[in-house]
């Protein structure tokens, strides 16, 4: 008599080498090194994570979320890192960033089962609302940044324009 192994769960896409560092950029606008590619992917892990705490319906999330999300983790890391880790605190986290390593998971997930994952619909939505802002800082022409760490895009800035120069 043979025996068929056969799996109980689904694999984990984390196991693709699409969301491992091998100092290659692979997709546009991945981070440079491992510490920009680790933290970006921690960012998108969080958003992640607030995302699915907040409950559906997924269609509800807005751009606004997102950015949220990113300000909040870009804030923690800055103060986690600061004074213990000068040089991974020095690292800016982009919007592009997090956009590159979501589009990395979009690849492992479809490297693992795709649109039959459960949790497709709502990495998906998530990776469209990222681009999203990414499009959005693109056609604004601005990048903020919240003392070399990151910080979130704002559809509406142009009262603070002349600070930026004190």
């Known amino acids: 008599m043979h025996y068929r192994i056969v799996p109980i769960a689904t694999p984990d896409y984390e196991a693709s080498s699409w969301l491992q560092f091998t100092g290659r950029r692979l ?4 981070p440079f090194g491992s510490i920009g ?3 970006a992917y921690q960012c998108l892990a969080a958003l992640t994570d607030h995302i699915i705490e907040t409950g559906g319906p997924w269609s ?3 751009l606004q979320d997102v950015l949220d999300v990113y300000h909040d983790y870009c804030l923690w890391f800055q103060a986690t890192t ?3 880790w000068e040089e991974r605190a020095s690292i800016p986290m982009t919007l592009e960033h997090l956009c590159a390593l979501s589009q990395r998971r979009m690849l492992a997930l ?3 089962g795709g649109a039959n994952r459960e949790e497709y ?3 998906s939505l998530i990776h469209r609302k990222i681009c999203e802002a990414v499009g959005l800082q693109e056609s604004t022409h601005r990048t903020y940044f919240i003392d070399g760490a990151c910080a979130p895009v704002q559809q ?4 603070q ?3 930026r120069s004190l």
């Open 121 to 123: 619909p709502v990495f």
């Open 60 to 62: 509800s999330i807005e």
């Open 82 to 84: 600061a004074g213990v």
């Open 156 to 159: 509406d800035t142009s009262w």
């Open 37 to 39: 590619f680790v933290s």
């Open 27 to 30: 997709v546009d606008g991945d």
């Open 161 to 163: 324009e002349p600070f």
């Open 110 to 112: 479809e490297e693992f």
